[in-house]
């Protein structure tokens, strides 16, 4: 399943895309506050243009559903049903280095990343991968590639991989989260309380 209607096919524009549907951990106010901080400091500390990512919007995602041009609810049906298939446990993530993603882009992300700190969000989101699966939806993403990582930032210059000061919270739930593309805004659809 995908936002794609086949209308290339038919020798038709693609409709443009403006909804990202999308599942998340984000983290809590502490985590969140410090964040913020680590973002400023390696603003300063690198001479760095962009601006940092408001609250609000900072996030890890664990699936992406798709882009439409129009959000189908029907998708978002599924993915909820999906969501509701997996049961795990409440767990504590751990990020403890920054480093650019990508080569030769005009913009590139800066990201908080873990090791071993992130084992057990590497392995809840192979199991909502495979809910996904079973709802009919491919199982993208759900590989061993998949990095864990907080967006701070995006800047035209890259920073080496590097440690930090650890960042930690408990992950008590996740999100699926409507991004209006282009626009700086997620709404979040459902939320599911992990158990304790």
């Known amino acids: ?6 209308g290339e096919e038919r020798g038709l524009a693609a409709p ?10 984000v983290p809590d106010a502490h985590a969140v506050g410090q964040i913020g901080r ?29 882009d439409f041009a129009v959000l189908p609810q029907q998708v ?15 767990f504590d993530v751990l990020f403890d280095r920054v480093l650019s993603f990508g080569a030769k882009r005009r913009k590139y992300p800066l990201v908080l990343c873990g090791g071993d700190g992130v084992s057990e969000l590497v392995a809840f989101q192979k199991a909502l991968g495979s809910a996904m699966g079973r709802t009919g939806f491919t199982a993208r993403g759900v590989n061993s590639s998949y990095t864990p ?22 992950v008590r739930e996740f999100v699926l989260i409507h991004s209006l593309l282009g626009k700086s805004r997620h709404i979040a659809l459902a939320r599911w309380t992990l158990t304790a």
């Open 1 to 6: 399943m995908n936002g794609d209607t086949g």
């Open 16 to 25: 443009v895309a403006t909804d990202r549907l999308f599942f998340a951990v």
């Open 38 to 66: 680590l973002a400023q400091h390696l603003r300063v500390k690198y001479g760095l243009q962009g601006r940092p990512l408001v609250g609000e919007r900072l996030h890890v995602t664990l699936y992406h559903v798709g």
């Open 76 to 90: 978002v049906d599924l993915a909820c049903g999906a969501a509701e298939a997996v049961m795990t446990s409440s």
């Open 149 to 170: 990582h907080v967006t701070l930032l995006y800047d035209s210059q890259h920073v080496i991989q590097q440690p930090v000061e650890a960042i930690a919270w408990n």
